[in-house]
């Protein structure tokens, strides 16, 4: 019974360049929630997700960033056109009925903008 | 009035000692506070959690304090080990209703052996 996967864990971007993170739940879990973790930092939420739908995204910066957690594959975080205070580490929750209380944690992508 | 507070930045124990952390929240709608243990290169993983409707929750060492009227919780590791040396987090939510957590900046606990 494999846990959140999260791949890949670690991710070197050049600036202006595409980061793409992606994020496999729990089996049997349908709801994915994003967060961010910059260096020395508690976590802070990013976005949530169901199958198809985004349900909350209202912590995701406005520009460059996008998510989405098609039918079938994982869920992608996507950030376009990267910059150093990008560089974060990026973690993946996923829980089986929408509540806080079912969350599981992925081992996180560490992002490194160059 | 989402934020969630948390002290020490970080903390320095003896082996056998007590581990205490604090956390203070803003937003009294809020009904599930758990407290999430993290490793380097790890992800958080949920230590313990208590609702505001009891004002203890003990589980093995691990203790959370709840006090609802100073909207404060703490966090007790008692005989504290030199494998509970980690960052800890706190967080608060709404567990029915809402979609995040909002967690704490984290304690970096190091226990000495």
């Known amino acids: 019974n494999a846990g959140v996967m999260q791949n890949p864990r670690h991710l070197v971007r050049r600036r202006g360049q595409e980061a793409r993170l992606r994020c496999s739940p729990m089996k049997g879990h349908s709801h994915v929630y994003w967060y961010r973790q910059l260096p020395e930092e508690g976590l802070k939420f990013m976005v949530y997700?169901?199958?198809?739908?985004?349900?909350?995204e209202s912590g995701m910066p406005k520009e460059r960033f996008s998510a989405e957690f098609p039918k079938e594959g994982p869920s992608i975080l996507r950030i376009q056109q990267v910059v150093r205070g990008d560089s974060a580490a990026y973690f993946c929750a996923s829980s089986p009925r929408g509540t806080i209380g079912g969350y599981t944690f992925g081992s996180g992508t560490r992002l490194t903008v160059v | 009035q989402q934020q969630v507070k948390q002290s020490p930045q970080s903390l320095i124990v003896q082996k056998g000692g007590i581990s205490i952390i604090n956390c203070a929240y803003e937003?009294?709608?809020?009904?599930?506070f758990p407290w999430y243990q993290q490793f380097p290169g790890k992800g958080p993983a949920l230590l313990i959690a208590?609702?505001?409707?009891?004002s203890e929750k003990k589980e093995g060492r691990f203790t959370i304090s709840f006090n609802k009227s100073a909207k404060q919780f703490s966090l007790h590791i008692m005989d504290s080990q030199p494998g509970d040396s980690a960052t800890y987090f706190c967080a608060a939510g709404l567990e029915t209703s809402g979609s995040r957590l909002t967690f704490g900046e984290g304690t970096q606990l190091t226990v000495n052996p």
């Open positions: 208590i609702r505001p409707d009891v």
């Open positions: 937003n009294t709608a809020f009904d599930y």
């Open positions: 997700l169901q199958k198809e739908n985004i349900i909350d």
